[in-house]
């Protein structure tokens, strides 16, 4: 029989109000609970909790608007490139990054939300897109800094994701994690050329944008772990495998070691090797200017922002068309039929 049970929503509300839950509910909870802790995955016809959905929605929306906002600063430099390989290569990759983005609207929009819903939440600046994105590409150099630390730090957040409890993400993770690590190669590999085989131009020019884009990476991560106020939740479900601090951490140990490779100095006096950590010690982090940047006041939020904007109101005669043709199709098909 239908009864309700007097049990409350506890923490898992996440400051909506505490709701009575039915018999049936709590069973349908309590077996997606030990499915999570089995560690099975969770796919989009399953029951799932409405907090679960919500967050995976969040997140998963959230990062196909970095990369499509992502598309942007190195999308500024496909007619700069300074080689026809090297423009190729850039090409493929800013396209790589579109792609990105519509396999996770796709896995977003099997949680409930439709395409167009994300993208007006994303115009109309409710959205968030990783902060990294709202800073300039000021030279070709800036493009390889991308490649190497951007897509670098990219791959370590992302790798744990491809074993996140939601299967249709975790599958979209697979092919976007390969993709991004032939990103980050051609990234160290544009690098080194400069380094070695550059002129002091061009190698200070390297050594200027790494400068730049250092800090900025290790703040996309996110805060803390004991500001992050998603993360124990998310840690919890399966979807976070591997904390914001821990992957900072990973990032930097990898980091350096590239930067010795590549003859460049990252830009913090207190980054040094700790032999009882077994890991590198680094400076602190600019957290004011990581919620500034996150709350819209970076560097290029606003530009950032006008041309996504720009893009789809210039792509209207296209999704018209493509209405147009599917409409003409079906009703050809209904005539034959
Ligand atoms: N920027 O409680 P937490 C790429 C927000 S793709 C902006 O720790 P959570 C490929 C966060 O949303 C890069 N906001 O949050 C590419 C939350 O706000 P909310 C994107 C940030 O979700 C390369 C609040 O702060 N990757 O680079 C950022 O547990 C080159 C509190 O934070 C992904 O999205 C930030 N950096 O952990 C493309 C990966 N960090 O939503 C082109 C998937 C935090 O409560 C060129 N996402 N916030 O209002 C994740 O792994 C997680 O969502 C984190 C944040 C780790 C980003």
């Known amino acids: 029989m239908y009864t309700q049970a007097m049990d409350l929503m506890a923490k898992e509300g ?68 300074p080689t026809l390989k090297r423009k190729a290569i850039l090409l493929a990759k800013v396209q790589d990054e579109g792609g990105h983005g519509l396999y996770l609207y796709a896995a977003a929009e099997t949680l409930g939300s439709s395409r167009d819903q994300m993208l007006e939440a994303l115009h109309g600046g409710k959205a968030k897109y990783s902060s990294i994105f709202n800073y300039p590409t000021l030279s070709w150099a800036d493009v390889g800094v991308i490649g190497c630390l951007v897509d670098g730090a990219a791959i370590m957040n992302q790798v744990p994701i491809c074993r996140c409890s939601y299967a249709p993400y975790a599958r979209a993770m697979v092919r976007i994690c390969r993709e991004e690590s ?22 200070d020019m390297v050594q200027d944008a790494v400068n730049r884009w250092w800090w900025p990476t290790l703040m996309m991560f996110g805060p803390p772990d004991d500001q992050s106020p998603n993360s124990a939740q998310s840690m919890r479900w399966g979807i976070k495998r591997i904390s914001n601090d821990e992957l900072r951490q990973k990032f930097v140990d990898a980091a350096v070691e590239q930067a010795k490779v590549l003859g460049v100095s990252l830009p913090d006096p207190e980054l040094r090797w700790n032999e009882a950590r077994q890991h590198y010690d680094f400076g602190a982090i600019d957290w004011s200017e990581f919620w500034r940047v996150v709350g819209g006041d970076g560097p290029c939020n606003r530009e950032r922002l006008s041309a996504r904007v720009k893009a789809w109101e210039d792509g209207a005669w296209v999704r018209d068309a493509a209405l147009a043709h599917a409409a003409r199709q079906t009703e050809r098909a209904r005539l034959q039929a």
């Open 14 to 81: 996440q400051g909506e109000a505490p709701q009575l839950r039915s018999a049936e509910e709590l069973a349908l909870q309590q077996r997606f609970d030990a499915r999570i802790d089995a560690g099975e995955f969770i796919e989009a016809k399953d029951w799932l909790p409405e907090n679960y959905r919500k967050t995976l929605l969040r997140q998963i929306s959230q990062h196909a608007h970095s990369e499509i906002v992502g598309m942007l600063p190195e999308g500024n430099w496909i007619t700069r490139a």
């Open 182 to 203: 032939f990103h980050q190669r051609q990234g160290f590999d544009s690098l080194l050329v400069m380094m070695q085989q550059g002129t002091r131009a061009q190698q």
